[in-house]
């Protein structure tokens, strides 16, 4: 079926749905207890790219931590960095902190209560913006994340990638037409969940799906065609150097990555070029000697692009003199590890360099960009 084709409306499909929410629905998790703006924001910002399970812990966290916009526009960059440590998709995190300053600066420290508004803050697009006006202010608003994306596009057949701005339009008409305007946090909480849990990427459900009566894909046996796959392309690789510098005092040379680009505002291991000695750049950039340790090379695989790090452990024979750069270097020391945002690699570097055991080492793909 074409992905521009005009896409009849099911009928009593939000009271069906809400139905099947009433006694199979998600009712506790830790975001629908003291609903607020603030705390449905956060949670669909980790929500996006992330699954449930992994989310959970990291939400507790960040809530005990912040449990306020006011307390989130206050805190400083490094704060919300490490509270975010692991989530992935870092963006997501300094979007989060300078929305909650424009929301105190602008509004009054008040959510706004419209999707229009909503969506001039920043990482808050047109879905995130409708899951706050219908689960915290109970207006009338539609979503299309991920979960319902399938959903729909495997109940209507619509063809295409949802990236292609064709489907994506007829996905947004679809969704607007079938959200109700009774139970609308009800219900915006309950096509979440279909498409989390019977209607699941691979192997759907279809016996517990409560529209599956009149859901084309399942009628015809073609849940797996739908929504249609992003059209692949090779990621590129790339090469670096991460210089494990360590001092006589078991301490650990970092340094405060850019706030634009991979990591960005997060602490990381120095990097050199593939192609450099990581000895003479030790030597001369710190002006000491190091005994040097060459590591299994390890590839991370970011949303573009594959990363290809060689990790470089530099034992220095003395303490080097002035390294230092205030706020953009600093020695590491575990045992009193300041809160700071590490990215995912030196987090698990320095967790093996506490092992001493470059054998366990283990880098799994994670998109933080």
Not at 93 to 99: D, E, P, S
Not at 120 to 130: C, E, N, Q, V, Y
Not at 143 to 155: C, E, M, P, Q, S
Not at 271 to 297: F, I, K, N, R, Y
Request: net charge neutral; with cysteine.
């Amino acid at each position: 079926m074409s992905g521009t084709t005009p896409q009849p409306i099911p009928e009593r499909f939000a009271e069906r749905l809400l139905a099947w929410f009433d006694h199979s629905g998600r009712h506790d998790l830790p975001w629908q207890r003291d609903i607020s703006p603030y705390r449905v924001w956060v949670s669909e910002i980790m929500l996006q790219q992330t699954q449930v399970a992994t989310v959970i812990p990291y939400y507790r966290r960040f809530m005990e931590a912040l449990p306020t916009v006011q307390h989130l526009a206050a805190a400083e960059a490094d704060t919300v960095l490490h509270l975010w440590s692991g989530l992935g998709y870092y963006s997501r995190a300094r979007n989060l902190h300078r929305a909650a300053q424009m929301v105190c600066e602008h509004f009054g420290g008040e959510f706004p209560g419209t999707v229009d508004e909503l969506e001039t803050l920043p990482g808050i697009g047109r879905s995130t913006a409708g899951a706050i006006v219908s689960i915290a202010f109970q207006r009338r608003a539609a979503i299309l994340d991920g979960n319902v994306k399938r959903v729909l596009a495997r109940h209507r057949a619509i063809a295409g990638w949802p990236g292609q701005s064709a489907t994506l339009k007829q996905l947004w008409q679809l969704a607007e037409a079938l959200t109700p305007s009774e139970r609308v946090a009800d219900y915006t909480q309950a096509i979440m969940d279909l498409g989390a849990t019977a209607c699941s990427r691979s192997k759907p459900d279809c016996g517990a799906c409560p529209v599956s009566d009149d859901c084309l894909a399942h009628e015809r046996g073609e849940q797996a065609l739908y929504p249609g796959k992003k059209p692949k392309k090779a990621l590129p690789l790339r090469h670096t150097q991460m210089l494990m510098i360590e001092n006589p005092a078991g301490e650990w040379l970092l340094e405060k990555r850019p706030e634009r680009g991979i990591w960005g505002g997060l602490w990381s291991f120095p990097e050199l070029a593939s192609e450099l000695c990581a000895a003479d750049h030790c030597a001369g950039e710190l002006g000491a000697p190091a005994q040097v340790e060459h590591w299994p090379t390890l590839r991370h695989t970011f949303s573009h692009y594959q990363l290809d790090i060689q990790p470089v452990h530099l034992k220095l024979a003395r303490q080097p003199a002035a390294v230092m750069e205030a706020g953009r270097r600093l020695w590491y020391n575990s045992r009193t590890a300041p809160d700071i945002g590490l990215a995912a690699p030196v987090q698990q570097l320095l967790d093996t360099l506490q092992l001493r055991s470059p054998r366990q080492l283990r880098l799994a793909n994670d998109h933080s960009d």
